[in-house]
């Protein structure tokens, strides 16, 4: 992931009043207007967003704003603040005070509390979907995409009555050792603009029934989603103050790391931006777990010695591939940018170009759109501008995206979908490049495509497409990523599981979600006891006369 996601957007400074949505279709116009109606922390016909601090929406006394625009018509939607000092201290003040309260309640009471925000987040899944197209530019399928797979991690966070149970053992005669987990305290997430909802619930569901709470900080670029979450989670009866959400940019991610009353960090998005969080916020003392950059392969083998499979192993590799590495428009830290065609799966090359050519491009209500704009025009440069590096490297751009045209929206930061072909010394192999660009290199064998793999400094996924049981177990066994795929494109584990990925694209040892995530949240109290059974006192009352003496 790019250090975009945690941008330096120019602030503006200024009031002024906007046209709200004079610039949107009539597919995207009626549900702004209906969000900016309904919802009452976010806009999306021009107005204001506004922090949640202590069960309450508040206007932002801040000189200092960020203008949202839809990404494929450049219509401003809303104005996000950069949230004051007095502001952020009065969140953490609010968290402070109703971790007093909340962590006392029983593991039950907590547990409720996720029962009812998965109906409510089930509700109103078209809302947040719509907000994410909207800000973020996905197709309406894949922002229900985004939104499911964070409504899986609440589920799993039901499970916490028995996920969080301890441990006691008598380790010697009448005496016992337990160990619980407890919360922590004040905790803070950092999302990504990538996955506006997914990521706020990666962190609010686990921080909140392990007994904590939690400042949010959704990314500035598209926080429509975590102030509707907020939202639902108020609806769904968390108490005031368990829940906030501030924004801004460098100033507000500083402020986290440093309060003394933040006990943990999460964070999502760029190495440059995890770097800085991780050394700042652990250098204060500070649990962290943050997610970085990636560079995901996808090895195809050709299982040439297996003719009658060989066919439906193409299909489904190229499928595959094209769905994974342009899907969100490559805006995914898990997306296959990579492909390594091994042996005589090299001249599968130009059906990948003509599968991937068909895609498309479009806005993201427009009906059997495939992908949707980039984020911004800053990152469209950027991606174009690897694109243009790739040929002047000496590498091949097989199908170029750079110039792609889009009916009806001619101000969209669009990039169609691009297959590269170049060499792991090229900046198109060695940078992330977070769009819909496909590099592809060749390698004459397994061993090889391995170490391609391996001598990579990222190691958030790879997947690997075969028919052969033995060459899936040499993979498996011998690439160096911490999540792997077996004809499956973008191995993400479900929530029961853990994120794992490893090497330059983490730091911290603790995972997202799952039993890591619990770990995550809570510290372990170990109590050793002795109650001798001969020191019992009254073992029978007594019926004979008081003597008193």
Known sequence: MSISRLARI????SSRSYATTAGLNALARPKAENLSATWKGTSATGGNTKN?????????KTTQWHDVLDPSTQTLLTRVPETTTEEFDQAVDAASQAFKSWSKQSVIARQRFAIELQYQIRQNADALAHSIVLEQGKTLADAHGDVLRGLQVVETAIGITSNIVGEKLEVSKDMDTEVRKLPLGVCASIAPFNFPAMIPLWTIPLATVTGNTLILKPSERDPGAAMIIAELCARAGLPEGVVNVVHGTVPVVNRICDHEAIKAVSFVGGDRAGRHIYERATTNGKRVQANLGAKNHAIIMPDGKMPPLNVSNKNLALNSIIGAAFGAAGQRCMAVSVAVLVGTAQSWLPELVERASKLNVNGGFEEGADLGPLISPASKARVTGLIASCADEGGQIHLDGRNV????????????P?????T???RCYREEIFGPVLTVITSDTLDDALDIINENKYGNGAVI????????RKFESGVNVGQ???NVPIPVPLPMFAWSGNKGSVLGDIGFYGKSGINFYTQNKTT???WRQEDAIGNKASVDMPTHN
């Open 10 to 13: 120019p602030l503006r400074s």
């Open 52 to 60: 949640f601090i202590g069960g309450a929406f508040v206007d932002s």
């Open 405 to 416: 045209q889009v009916p009806g929206y001619p101000a969209g930061n669009f990039v169609g």
């Open 418 to 422: 691009t297959v590269l072909e170049g």
């Open 424 to 426: 792991v010394g090229m």
């Open 465 to 472: 497409f075969t028919q052969s049981g033995a060459t899936a």
């Open 484 to 486: 792997v795929g077996i």
């Open 528 to 530: 050793t006891s002795l």
